[in-house]
């Protein structure tokens, strides 16, 4: 026999003491008996040290109990929130196999990196604070102990620790026992390393590894994340889909906890309670662990006969009051990013991107508002931008009005017709970036910050940006990929000159996002009925979208609109964004503004009491629509 490193050997050795073992019957125990009996929490981890018990947890005993060698399932799915303790099922399962069910383990995290991480702070922790499992591995400190960080073994078995991103840790041995922690964030495809060629999926390479073991079990938990990428949903939805159901306090009707069941009084919600979905009684957060305790799964699929399927949402947590929840409700509510981590770690649901389906633009255009940018503005505005963009024979341009938590308004499209190479064109773009606009609280407001797009006459785009900087006149480039929507310092043009990379694919997703808002509020788009805002303007500005694509093992979001569609719309909006995200990287704040003209407001209201009646300002409801007289294009009237 040829030499071989020593860990491949000591791995080698495990592998063959487990398959001799694996012959013997299983013991009766389950893995929540199990942990009951023995596992013990460390004092530095564990919120609650101690004695593990199930009964804290008591949805986690039927999960465990399925991946227990006396199951008749061999594989279990669990689609969870954060921080509800599938982690410790992955745990409580290795201490089981440890102790009593020993034989060629492995444990995939999505990287090497948080496998190295995991080992050390949660597999050690286990070992150590469980005493029958700390007299089965030997310290790591002991020379020749077969124990490093990513292997350990134990009579009869072995325990590789390993990162979906390695092919190599992937391959190492056969399995009998495959945990799979946060599959969700598994890459696409794994790697060889240096060359970085692509083996395929993760999950499978894995799962081929137990393929050798009738007896195998195996175990997926995950946050979800997107939707039709996520792996723990289809995994989810191929088994038998069981979802936990507990008691009402008041009727005793067994019922699933969803978000809709969460009510609150009026800015109120930390007096948040649950309303049961039969005789609709309060459910205080008091009532919630004897509810858990006689909870009960119940499967409602079908599923493959081989899968039993687990999904919970943040509700169910012990740890969780309602009224916690309803807060973080609200805080996410104000941006799709905040809003997809709460729908993944709170509600365990996959999140719709917004790019992924299209937005209709017939729908944006019948939801167009009564406003006129020549006449007192909308109420919520607080500042203003532009977007320019550039073409061979136009200037295409959108001036935004911006409120509260980054709700907009549209406040003109103008199309400026000319050469670029002429001056006539570039003093028409100068003399639309100086209008100013009336605020209902008496100021003028001039256009803060806009960005014009170099795409290609960038001299004369620098030049006249440049010459303009005190008003905050950019020059900036569009770049696809992943960077933010401002950069943090400014790139160079050929000639030396200071140019700004936009990262339209981030604003593109914001406005994605809240383009789907149908109320106005937090990140709403308001459009005015005028004939710039006609059909062909909303094609334009939902003209993308956006589609995953794997390439070297990542996902990329790549955003592809139909050959010959034309953008300039959505090009302009983005270019508005970046102007605005231009002043909050200097430290400006939207709401902030907010604040003082409303009290700016409030005191002009104050005093013009009795002017109101000969002047009424624009109705800021929706609602309350004013009759409309037909709009004069007012930047024409300006620009003859
Ligand atoms: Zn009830």
Same mark, same amino acid.
């Given at each position: 026999?040829?030499?071989? +490193?020593? %860990?491949?050997?000591?791995?080698?050795?495990?592998?063959?003491?487990?398959?001799?073992?694996?012959?013997?019957? %299983?013991?009766?125990?389950?893995?929540? *008996?199990?942990? %009951?009996?023995?596992?013990?929490?460390?004092?530095?981890?564990?919120?609650?040290?101690?004695?593990?018990?199930?009964?804290?947890?008591?949805?986690?005993?039927?999960?465990?109990?399925?991946?227990?060698?006396?199951?008749?399932?061999?594989?279990?799915?669990?689609?969870? +929130?954060?921080?509800?303790?599938? @982690?410790?099922?992955?745990?409580?399962?290795?201490?089981?196999?440890?102790?009593?069910?020993?034989?060629?383990?492995?444990?995939?995290?999505?990287?090497?990196?948080? &496998?190295?991480?995991?080992?050390?702070?949660?597999?050690?922790?286990?070992?150590?604070?469980?005493?029958?499992?700390?007299?089965?591995?030997? %310290?790591?400190?002991?020379?020749?102990?077969?124990?490093?960080?990513?292997?350990?073994?134990?009579?009869?078995?072995?325990?590789?620790?390993?990162?979906?991103?390695?092919?190599?840790?992937?391959?190492?041995?056969?399995?009998?026992?495959?945990?799979?922690?946060?599959?969700?964030?598994?890459?696409?495809?794994?790697?060889?390393?240096?060359?970085?060629?692509?083996?395929?999926? +993760?999950?499978?390479?894995?799962?081929?590894?137990?393929?050798?073991?009738? #007896?195998?079990?195996?175990?997926?938990?995950? =946050?979800?994340?997107?939707?039709?990428?996520?792996?723990?949903? *289809?995994?989810?939805?191929?088994?038998?889909?069981?979802?936990?159901?507990?008691?009402?306090?008041?009727?005793?009707?067994?019922?699933?906890?969803?978000?809709?069941?969460?009510?609150?009084?009026?800015?109120? +919600?930390?007096?948040?309670?649950?309303?049961?979905?039969?005789?609709?009684?309060?459910?205080?957060?008091?009532?919630?662990?004897?509810?858990?305790?006689?909870?009960?799964?119940?499967?409602?699929?079908?599923?493959?006969?081989?899968?039993?399927?687990?999904?919970?949402?943040?509700?169910?947590?012990?740890?969780?009051?309602?009224?916690?929840?309803?807060?973080?409700?609200?805080?996410?509510?104000?941006?799709?990013?905040?809003? *997809?981590?709460? =729908? #993944?770690?709170?509600?365990?649901?996959?999140?719709?991107?917004?790019?992924? =389906?299209?937005?209709?633009?017939?729908?944006?255009?019948?939801?167009?508002?009564?406003?006129?940018?020549?006449?007192?503005?909308?109420?919520?505005?607080?500042?203003?931008?532009?977007?320019?963009?550039?073409?061979?024979?136009?200037?295409?341009?959108?001036?935004?009005?911006?409120?509260?938590?980054?709700?907009?308004?549209?406040?003109?499209?103008?199309?400026?017709?000319?050469?670029?190479?002429?001056?006539?064109?570039?003093?028409?773009?100068?003399?639309?970036?100086?209008?100013?606009?009336?605020?209902?609280?008496?100021?003028?407001?001039?256009?803060?910050?806009?960005?014009?797009?170099?795409?290609?006459?960038?001299?004369?785009?620098?030049?006249?940006?440049?010459?303009?900087?005190?008003?905050?006149?950019?020059?900036?480039?569009?770049?696809?990929?992943?960077?933010?929507?401002?950069?943090?310092? !400014?790139?160079?043009?050929?000639?030396?000159?200071?140019?700004?990379?936009?990262?339209?694919?981030?604003?593109?997703?914001?406005?994605?996002?809240?383009?789907?808002? @149908?109320?106005?509020?937090?990140?709403?788009?308001?459009?005015?009925?005028?004939?710039?805002?006609?059909?062909?303007?909303?094609?334009?500005?939902? &003209?993308?979208?956006?589609?995953?694509?794997?390439?070297?093992?990542?996902? !990329?979001?790549?955003?592809?609109?139909?050959?010959?569609?034309? #953008?300039?719309?959505?090009?302009?909006?983005?270019?508005?964004?970046?102007?605005?995200?231009?002043?909050?990287?200097?430290?400006?704040?939207?709401?902030?503004?907010?604040?003082?003209?409303?009290?700016?407001?409030?005191?002009?209201? &104050?005093?013009?009491?009795?002017?109101?009646?000969?002047?009424?300002?624009?109705?800021?409801?929706?609602?309350?629509?004013?009759?409309?007289?037909?709009? *004069?294009?007012?930047?024409?009237?300006?620009?003859?």
């Amino acid at each position: 026999m040829q030499s071989m +490193p020593s %860990d491949q050997h000591a791995i080698l050795v495990g592998v063959r003491n487990a398959l001799t073992t694996a012959l013997r019957p %299983d013991p009766e125990l389950t893995i929540s *008996q199990w942990s %009951d009996q023995y596992r013990v929490l460390s004092r530095v981890s564990a919120g609650e040290p101690g004695r593990w018990r199930t009964l804290r947890t008591p949805f986690l005993r039927e999960i465990m109990d399925c991946l227990s060698p006396s199951s008749p399932y061999s594989r279990v799915v669990f689609m969870k +929130p954060a921080q509800i303790g599938g @982690s410790e099922v992955l745990l409580n399962m290795l201490g089981y196999i440890i102790h009593y069910a020993p034989g060629p383990t492995m444990l995939v995290e999505p990287t090497v990196e948080l &496998a190295k991480r995991f080992s050390r702070q949660r597999i050690a922790s286990l070992i150590e604070n469980t005493s029958v499992l700390a007299q089965r591995v030997s %310290d790591p400190r002991e020379r020749d102990s077969g124990n490093t960080i990513l292997a350990k073994e134990f009579p009869a078995g072995v325990l590789v620790v390993t990162g979906a991103n390695s092919s190599v840790g992937l391959r190492s041995m056969p399995a009998r026992f495959l945990l799979m922690d946060e599959v969700d964030a598994y890459p696409p495809s794994a790697s060889t390393g240096a060359a970085g060629t692509e083996e395929g999926d +993760p999950v499978d390479l894995a799962i081929r590894r137990t393929g050798t073991f009738a #007896n195998r079990q195996i175990a997926m938990i995950s =946050t979800p994340t997107i939707a039709e990428v996520s792996r723990i949903e *289809q995994a989810y939805l191929e088994s038998d889909q069981r979802k936990y159901y507990v008691p009402c306090p008041h009727c005793c009707a067994f019922q699933i906890l969803r978000w809709s069941g969460v009510k609150w009084p009026d800015r109120k +919600p930390g007096a948040a309670l649950y309303e049961c979905e039969r005789c609709h009684g309060p459910i205080a957060d008091h009532h919630k662990p004897a509810m858990l305790a006689r909870g009960e799964w119940r499967a409602e699929a079908a599923g493959d006969g081989d899968t039993a399927g687990f999904w919970l949402n943040g509700l169910y947590s012990p740890w969780t009051m309602w009224g916690q929840l309803a807060k973080d409700f609200l805080r996410a509510r104000k941006s799709p990013e905040r809003m *997809q981590t709460f =729908t #993944n770690t709170v509600l365990a649901e996959t999140f719709q991107q917004a790019g992924a =389906t299209k937005t209709d633009a017939s729908e944006l255009l019948a939801r167009r508002e009564p406003y006129r940018a020549d006449e007192i503005l909308p109420v919520g505005i607080v500042l203003i931008t532009a977007g320019a963009d550039l073409q061979a024979d136009r200037i295409e341009l959108e001036i935004v009005g911006w409120g509260r938590d980054e709700e907009s308004w549209s406040l003109a499209y103008v199309v400026l017709p000319g050469d670029p190479a002429q001056r006539e064109l570039w003093d028409m773009l100068d003399q639309t970036l100086l209008l100013t606009f009336e605020h209902p609280c008496g100021r003028e407001l001039k256009i803060a910050a806009a960005c014009v797009d170099s795409g290609f006459h960038q001299p004369t785009v620098q030049q006249f940006c440049n010459e303009r900087a005190h008003r905050r006149v950019y020059p900036i480039k569009g770049m696809a990929g992943q960077r933010p929507i401002w950069p943090r310092m !400014h790139g160079h043009s050929a000639d030396r000159r200071p140019l700004w990379m936009v990262g339209v694919d981030a604003a593109k997703e914001a406005l994605y996002a809240r383009l789907k808002i @149908s109320e106005p509020g937090p990140g709403f788009c308001h459009f005015p009925i005028t004939d710039q805002y006609d059909l062909g303007y909303f094609e334009q500005l939902t &003209a993308e979208t956006c589609r995953v694509r794997y390439s070297k093992g990542f996902a !990329h979001r790549e955003w592809t609109k139909k050959a010959g569609a034309r #953008n300039e719309a959505l090009d302009a909006r983005n270019y508005a964004y970046a102007a605005l995200q231009s002043l909050v990287a200097g430290g400006f704040r939207l709401n902030k503004q907010a604040q003082q003209l409303e009290a700016m407001l409030a005191a002009k209201a &104050a005093g013009d009491d009795v002017q109101r009646q000969q002047a009424p300002q624009p109705a800021r409801d929706r609602g309350g629509r004013q009759p409309w007289i037909e709009p *004069q294009h007012w930047f024409n009237r300006r620009s003859e």
